[in-house]
């Protein structure tokens, strides 16, 4: 550049941004400004430098200013100002560079209390739209909170105000880790990538020398994490500052709880510094919307001992409180967590700390996916006799995925340990024990088993053993599913739970809930259905469907495949007959694109495919690559080899099949026809989508109604299924 340049008088050119800083990532932008005296030839000069550089396909990001333009510029665009504060002499005329960088931090700090609040609104909106790096399955290092953009403003901050220098100082360690996880990353790529796909991490690790994904995406939440709580407590002595500036009286010290005050808008122990201290200043900060001092934590991080064990009782109701407090007790705990607090409180939470989990169904690590479940089972409290329970059940239902093997049973594994550390009764233990065991019952009978099999109910009576541990596994299912993302919980899964809930209360105490039926299980009989209705099609209710045809082979594939041509998503069936020999199927759907489908159309092409006049195959085959952009498999997810899997002990009437494959087009009609040519009955469904992929569970039986247990009859069926997947 300097030779591009050449011997120009009156001009300079000022790197800025990351360049100026000189920590730019391989493919990131060179941002340059050209600084000139009010050359009039300055337009040839400037092309004299960019088109070369355009030619070896560098992204430039440039601007061509006197030193008077670049500072109205600044006086109006925040990006522009904080850029200039990072400003370095390239080529050309050093004094005239000086000027610039010079004028542009006295203009910084003489309106201070202007900007640092617009920076301050600019880091929370840009927080809130990418989110919080350090609990995400998929970060985008740069944008999101407790990424470099975080540190460039505290950085930028630091220079308007003098409360910062060793919040600066602090975050220097992890800006620099993630900085080097950031090169790497484009390296890999070859081009400007900041988010940290799931596909990706693996060969990442590799080149950085990380022992697996796992390692590296434990160093960016870590990294992230510490920039994070530095950033909160950056900023809010930035607050405390601007209100002191403006002639603010500072309040006196308000008495919170025992040994625990508000100082200037942080909780502050003035008394013993003990684990109980800290859980009850913890809990009066969430609930009273403040932050633990960063002074107190670095003290307690440096006096306090684990607790004694048992906990005292003092000590586990400190603990409960901090959980009800929610979300607010997210952020406080947070703060715990960076100094290892959690960690000497409660050993175990050391292996779930910032542990991600590689998948797409997740969109949080363990340790924030626990609290986020935590805070949903706060709003269900009142629904069960033990809240306590409910909030440590939540806490601790994963832990089991911070120890070898699977999670359930390592879980288990240690809630005694656990459970006897808190204080806890061994009934109360064994409750714990329970809600880990179990924590995932609910959501997959009710979604893959027949609720109106006698044998179903039984089981789930049988497992969780009285109504008052089965309200705590309802509350937990819909804690957690809340807690884990978008398609793990909604109203069609919400219903289906509340459904086996009511059934498996009435089997445990008939006289507690009445008979334990749901709204949806007011409809009468398949056969009363039937009464008085013609053939065809016909729309019960928003979302369920009752379809009357004769009797035949097939039926729910071909009403599976025009449902798929239509947009329609299948929930859940039922199929049967009617007194009058004819198939009677009640549909649950809904819409994949939200829109109210043509009933007319619909009932048109089912009519034809029944009669063999409609070729679904061929129509299914165009809709799939129509839209196969939106049925694609997720960036974050591996496709998985589909798998048929057997629960000959799930039902006496019939044969349970359940099928796990990707999510795409007709992926019911496939299975369904493959059933369907292997001469089988589909008694009826549970449709589930998780995220990229399908759960779908079938009661079947032959064709005199018969179950199939026959071991070479299983295999031929499971050969045509996946042959039907694989193919299709």
């Not at 469907?545 to 729910?556: A, I, K």
């Not at 795409?664 to 009826?684: C, F, K, N, P, Y």
């Amino acid at each position: 550049m300097a030779g591009l340049l050449g011997d120009e008088r009156d001009v300079a050119l000022v790197a800025v941004g990351s360049f100026g800083r000189d920590d730019r990532a391989p493919h990131s932008d060179l941002d340059i400004v050209l600084v000139h005296r009010g050359r009039s030839d300055i337009a040839s000069v400037a092309n004299r430098v960019w088109y070369p550089i355009w030619d070896r396909g560098l992204s430039l990001d440039h601007s061509v200013r006197t030193v008077k333009e670049a500072l109205a510029v600044a006086g109006d665009d925040l990006k522009a100002a904080l850029g200039l504060l990072d400003g370095r002499h390239i080529a050309g005329d050093r004094r005239l560079a000086a000027e610039l960088i010079d004028r542009s931090l006295d203009h910084w700090k003489s309106r201070a209390r202007r900007r640092l609040p617009e920076l301050r609104d600019a880091v929370l909106a840009r927080q809130e739209r990418f989110g919080d790096i350090a609990s995400l399955l998929e970060p985008e290092i740069k944008e999101g909170k407790g990424g470099l953009r975080d540190v460039h403003a505290l950085q930028a901050a630091a220079r308007g105000t003098p409360v910062l220098d060793d919040v600066v100082a602090d975050v220097v360690a992890p800006y620099r880790e993630l900085l080097a996880i950031r090169g790497a990353a484009h390296v890999r790529a070859g081009r400007n990538v900041d988010r940290l796909l799931l596909q990706d991490q693996d060969v990442l690790a590799d080149d950085l020398g990380v022992a697996d994904a796992d390692a590296l995406m434990r160093a960016v939440s870590t990294a992230a994490g510490a920039i994070a709580y530095l950033g909160d407590d950056g900023w809010q002595r930035v607050d405390r500052w601007l209100a002191d500036k403006r002639g603010r009286a500072i309040v006196r010290d308000r008495p919170l709880a025992s040994g625990v005050v508000l100082r200037q808008g942080e909780v502050v122990i003035t008394g013993d510094l003990d684990a109980g201290t800290a859980l009850s200043a913890a809990a009066v900060a969430a609930r009273s919307g403040h932050q633990l001092a960063r002074s107190t934590l670095a003290r307690l991080d440096e006096r306090m001992r684990p607790p004694p064990e048992p906990w005292p009782r003092t000590l586990l109701q400190a603990l409960i409180g901090l959980l009800g407090a929610g979300d607010a007790a997210i952020p406080v705990i947070a703060s715990l967590d960076h100094y290892g607090l959690m960690e000497r409180m409660i050993p175990e939470w050391g292996a779930v700390r910032h542990k991600p989990q590689r998948n797409a169904y997740h969109r949080f690590t363990v340790d924030r996916h626990l609290l986020e479940a935590v805070a949903r089972a706060v709003d269900l409290t009142r629904d069960v006799a033990r809240p306590d329970l409910l909030l440590l059940g939540a806490l601790l239902h994963d832990i089991g995925k911070g120890f070898p093997g699977d999670h359930t049973e390592a879980g288990i594994a240690v809630i005694d340990r656990i459970g006897a550390r808190l204080g806890l009764p061994a009934a109360d233990i064994a409750v714990l024990e329970a809600l880990i065991r179990h924590h995932l019952l609910l959501p997959e009978v009710a979604t893959r088993r027949d609720l109106g099999d006698p044998a179903t109910i039984e089981r789930v009576a049988e497992a969780v053993g009285d109504v008052e541990t089965l309200e705590l596994l309802a509350a937990l299912t819909e804690a957690d599913s809340l807690a884990t993302g978008s398609a793990a919980w909604s109203e069609w899964k919400a219903g289906l739970v509340d459904d086996l809930v009511r059934r498996t209360t009435a089997r445990l105490d008939p006289g507690r809930r009445g008979q334990g039926a749901t709204a949806g299980e007011q409809l009468p009989p398949l056969g009363a259905l039937a009464h008085g209705r013609a053939d065809g099609l016909h729309v019960l209710e928003p979302g369920r469907l009752l379809l009357l045809t004769r009797d035949q082979p097939g039926v729910l594939s071909s009403v599976a495949g025009v449902l798929a041509l239509h947009g329609l998503e299948v929930l859940a069936a039922q199929a049967g007959p009617a007194e009058d020999g004819r198939a009677v199927d009640v549909i649950d759907v809904v819409s994949a694109f939200g829109q109210t489908p043509d009933w007319a159309r619909v009932t048109t092409d089912l009519e034809e495919a029944l009669s063999g006049r409609l070729v679904l195959e061929r129509k299914l085959a165009d809709r799939a690559r129509t839209y196969t952009s939106r049925y694609r498999t997720r960036s974050a997810a591996r496709p998985a080899e589909p798998r048929v899997l057997w629960h000959l002990d799930a039902s006496d009437r019939s044969t349970v099949i359940e099928v796990r494959a990707a999510d795409g087009v007709a992926v019911l009609h496939r299975i369904t026809r493959a059933l369907a040519d292997e001469g089988l009955d589909v008694r009826s469904a549970r449709v589930a989508t998780l995220g990229h992929e399908v759960v779908d569970s079938f009661y079947v039986a032959d064709g005199d109604g018969r179950k199939v247990t026959d071991p070479e009859r299983l295999r031929s069926i499971e050969g045509a299924v996946l042959t039907a997947l694989r193919t299709g």
